[in-house]
């Protein structure tokens, strides 16, 4: 059931952190923030989903003043409480549409939208939206950079249209596919520890790369980079993700 928050409620937001994927582990966060920090330069970076701020934090420590746009004041009142949170200018609206106003004294050199949160935009006009508002916000020169996976449709047998993800003895997680209208939805099922289960769905749309670069070039944005990953490796046909790098075109 979505609420204000959207998908990302107080029983996700206390999770949120706790969780052992690879996203959390200190090394990648130290690679992605490397990138991030070299892409901001000397100017603000503005990060669309800011969440518990698992990037926003360490980059405000590199000392790129940090803005945020997030639905969920559950996520976002994780990250007000942590050390360096207060400081992190938040404003909670969609970020397909949402205005940080007033701009911070610095302009905005990079916007950055990770973690497949693109996705969490459950149409292509709000994607469109999305990378008209990033661009919106940036300074000439500035970039956009997002993380996404490469859509996974390969591994989808002829009349099968079900994905899993994880599996364990008490925990099924599993995306089910339309591959007609790019529509999907994960479907996350918990067994607790008195025998019942929780579960919960999320729906999402995926997108492949070109599609991104198009929206790119609506929004007066042009690709720059398009790595494997944060290790700025090539992406190559069996890339599973990418972190795109677009550039806002001058006038
Ligand atoms: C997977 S979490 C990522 C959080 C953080 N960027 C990170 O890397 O850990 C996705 C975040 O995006 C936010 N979000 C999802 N869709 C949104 C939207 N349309 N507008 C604003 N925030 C959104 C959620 O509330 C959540 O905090």
């Known amino acids: 059931m979505i609420n204000a928050d959207g998908y990302f409620d107080?029983?996700?937001?206390?999770?949120?952190?706790?969780?052992?994927g690879a996203e959390f582990e200190p090394t990648a966060i130290a690679r992605a923030v490397d990138v991030l920090a070299e892409l901001a330069g000397r100017g603000a970076a503005l990060e669309f989903g800011i969440g518990t701020g698992r990037l926003a934090l360490p980059l405000a420590r590199r000392g790129v003043p940090v803005h945020g746009i997030?639905?969920?004041?559950?996520?976002?009142?994780?990250?007000?409480?942590?050390?360096?949170?207060?400081?992190?200018?938040?404003t909670i609206g969609d970020f397909?549409?949402?205005?940080?106003?007033?701009?911070?004294?610095?302009?905005?050199?990079l916007a950055y939208l990770v973690?497949?949160?693109?996705?969490?935009?459950?149409?292509q006009e709000s994607q469109v939206e999305c990378f008209r508002n990033a661009a919106d916000h940036l300074a000439p020169g500035g970039v956009f950079v997002v993380?996404?996976?490469?859509?996974?449709?390969?591994?989808?047998?002829?009349g099968q249209n079900i994905v899993p993800f994880h599996t364990s003895p008490t925990?099924?997680?599993?995306?089910?596919?339309?591959?007609?209208?790019?529509?999907a939805t994960c479907h996350y099922i918990e067994l607790t520890p008195d025998g019942r289960g929780e579960a919960h769905s999320i729906p999402f749309r995926y997108v492949?790369?070109?599609?991104?670069?198009?929206m790119a070039r609506l929004a007066g944005l042009r690709l720059r980079h398009r790595w494997d990953s944060w290790t700025r490796a090539?992406?190559?046909?069996?890339?599973?993700?990418?972190?795109?790098?677009?550039?806002k075109v001058p006038v």
Request: proline share 10%; glycine share 4%.
């Open 70 to 90: 997030d639905l969920s004041r559950a996520m976002v009142s994780r990250l007000r409480a942590k050390p360096g949170g207060a400081d992190i200018g938040i």
């Open 147 to 158: 993380e996404v996976m490469v859509p996974e449709l390969r591994k989808i047998p002829p």
């Open 208 to 214: 492949w790369p070109a599609e991104l670069d198009l």
């Open 10 to 20: 107080e029983r996700v937001a206390e999770q949120y952190d706790q969780s052992s």
């Open 115 to 123: 973690f497949n949160t693109i996705m969490n935009l459950a149409d």
């Open 234 to 247: 090539p992406f190559t046909e069996d890339s599973v993700q990418h972190v795109s790098v677009w550039e």
């Open 171 to 183: 925990g099924w997680a599993y995306t089910v596919y339309d591959t007609v209208t790019q529509d």
């Open 96 to 109: 397909a549409t949402t205005q940080v106003t007033p701009p911070p004294a610095e302009p905005f050199t």
